[in-house]
């Protein structure tokens, strides 16, 4: 079975394209069958994008996929963006996206934290559930050497996937771990600040 966090170059490269309102301002986004949530927004998405308070400054969308999150951010929020992930097809997309919507990123190829020096005021993560809790803990160990002195990491999962092992986890790393929202098998945790 394919993942949409490996490189799986026979996948269908088709594009389609998902058009959301996002604080009044219209985005239209390219997907692929090589992404995760690919025919609309991932719901818990866009719990996490209505969730989150204003954000200033530098954000990270870690495991950005087809950009979505840090694209709606930026352009809501002003925001400067990175975007990062380890497929390069998905930030092929992230850049096709990002020229569709009017937006700057710096865009990197990582593995989590592997190729990302700079610290930032904000980073947010999706996880990539099925990468295996390997994967999303290392994301999660890794995040505080990369937020400024005040800043917030925002992870949002569900009950199904490990939220309440997610939750412990992030109470871990960061000695404390708030829930902004918890409804319907859904949770957003924010760190730090």
Do not use: W
């Amino acid at each position: 079975m394919s993942h949409y966090f490996k490189q799986d170059k026979s996948l269908n490269r088709d594009l389609k394209y998902i058009d959301h309102s996002f604080k009044d301002i219209h985005f239209r986004f390219a997907t692929h069958a090589g992404v995760f949530s690919k025919d609309h927004i991932d719901p818990a998405t866009l719990i996490l994008l209505n969730t989150i308070p204003h954000l200033t400054g530098t954000v990270l969308d870690l495991g950005c996929g087809y950009g979505c999150i840090g694209i709606m951010l930026a352009k809501a929020y002003s925001l400067r963006l990175s975007q990062a992930d380890i497929n390069p097809f998905a930030l092929d997309l992230t850049r096709l996206n990002c020229e569709y919507n009017n937006v700057d990123s710096d865009i990197i190829e990582s593995d989590c934290f592997d190729g990302i020096k700079q610290r930032f005021d904000t980073i947010i993560i999706n996880p990539p559930i099925h990468a295996g809790k390997s994967t999303t803990y290392k994301m999660y160990e890794n995040a505080p050497k990369h937020l400024n002195a005040s800043g917030k990491l925002y992870v949002v999962t569900l009950k199904k996937h490990g939220a309440e092992s997610t939750q412990r986890k992030l109470y871990e790393v960061f000695g404390g771990c708030e829930i902004i929202y918890k409804k319907k098998g859904v949770f957003v945790f924010a760190c730090g600040g």
